[in-house]
């Protein structure tokens, strides 16, 4: 495979990683990245050390510097949820992470989504590192690449079943812009879903897909706390609005009401609709749930895929793909996510556009 290049939108836990894990793999070379306040762009290359640690240490979240769980409201909102086209006001607010602009690389943009835009001749693939507090954001920011004239591939890391709805109504835009767009290609959905897929093989009817998965997050509880308070949204007593508006303390709160760990039964996540539109089951039949301990590193519960099905010959049985405790919940979002993007690029590169999901493209490494 030729070299490609890609841009990262978003330069919170996600956007991150998925830098750091692409020096890892050959033929990828990160070429630019943003969030609300800047972008760094380098078409020769970015120096990701550099822009790691200048992004990492910046963050001023007070009491949470020690170790312990900050207070810092900011922290992984990388872009503003109006598909980045609002002004910043270019102040740093107290306690607010300086994000990318802290890079020497990177400098202040009005619009730094605009900008990547501007410049897709030169990128092969666009990673969605947003955060998805409300459903439209990312159909929103692929509306504004499609009127950009960008032609190559998108991908995104989303999690709720109903986004992927509005994607599909997109599906003539991006096909006739030249746009390969891959939804939910994180670890569930995406990898995961796509060990469901595989799992499916042995039957010729699946009647059950239950994903339940576990993630240790002590160390990484500042990187991912645009993932925490997702995840707060799933709780019966939230809902996507309430979760985005509460304050870290309320969150804190939360979490230690909990003894640091949460349990999640029948997330709305997307596995369900992207396995229903790979034909492999109803998305009815598919649950998604999981225990999230902030307290420890170490998985509460190992992620397993179960597929229950019955085979030609009359058997019924249950497939099961289970990720090692050791592996990270970074190691099996970003891995995945690059690996999709690089199997996205061979089909556009091929001439073949439009929507995607994870079940129905075997992710390249
Ligand atoms: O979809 C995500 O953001 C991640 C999801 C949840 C914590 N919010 C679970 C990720 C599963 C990773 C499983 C593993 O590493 O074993």
């Known amino acids: 495979m030729n070299d490609t290049t890609f841009a990262v939108l978003g330069t919170g836990g996600i956007g991150r990683r998925t830098l750091e894990v692409s020096q890892h793999k050959d033929g990828l070379t990160p070429v630019a990245a943003c969030d609300r306040h800047g972008v760094a762009m380098d078409f020769d290359g970015l120096d990701v050390d550099e822009l790691l640690e200048a992004t990492e ?77 409300e459903h439209d954001f990312i159909p929103r920011v692929a509306d504004r690449f499609i009127a950009g004239g960008y032609a190559g591939v998108m991908v995104d890391v989303l999690k709720r079943s109903r986004v992927i709805g509005m994607l599909d109504e997109r599906a003539s835009a991006f096909e006739d812009a030249g746009i390969t767009f891959v939804c939910g290609a994180g670890a569930t959905p995406g990898f995961l879903t796509g060990a469901a897929a595989l799992a499916a093989q ?50 804190e709160a939360i979490i230690d009401d909990h003894d640091g760990v949460l349990e999640f ?36 519960t190992t992620t397993t895929v179960s597929v229950t099905g019955t085979t030609f010959d009359g058997e019924t049985g249950t497939n099961t793909f289970e990720l090692d405790d050791a592996t990270s919940m970074a190691a099996n979002v970003n891995g995945p996510a690059i690996g999709y993007l690089k199997t996205a690029v061979c089909r556009n590169r091929a001439g073949e556009y439009g929507v995607f999901g994870p079940a129905e493209l075997m992710p390249g490494f």
């Not at 900050?70 to 994000?99: F, P, W, Y």
């Not at 645009?226 to 019966?236: C, F, K, N, S, Y």
């Not at 790979?278 to 649950?287: H, K, L, M, Q, S």
């Open 57 to 133: 240490g910046n963050i001023d979240s007070g009491p949470g510097t020690d170790g312990t769980r900050g207070t810092d409201a900011s922290r992984d909102d990388d872009l503003e949820t109006d598909g980045g086209a609002a002004a910043s006001s270019g102040v740093k607010q107290h306690g607010e992470n300086a994000g990318v602009v802290a890079s020497a690389q990177a400098r202040p943009s009005e619009d730094p989504i605009q900008e990547i835009i501007d410049h897709g001749d030169a990128i092969d693939a666009v990673l969605l590192a947003l955060p998805n507090y």
């Open 265 to 300: 039964d029948d997330m709305e996540h997307a596995d369900d609709v992207l396995l229903e539109r790979a034909g492999i089951c109803d998305a009815e039949d598919v649950t998604v749930g999981g225990i999230l301990d902030v307290e420890h590193d170490e998985k509460p």
């Open 202 to 251: 042995s039957f010729v009817e699946v009647e059950s897909v239950d994903i339940w998965w576990g993630v240790g997050l002590k160390s990484g509880y500042e990187d991912n706390r645009g993932t925490v308070r997702e995840d707060i949204a799933h709780l019966p007593e939230y809902d996507i609005d309430t979760a985005r508006t509460l304050s870290e303390d309320e969150i």
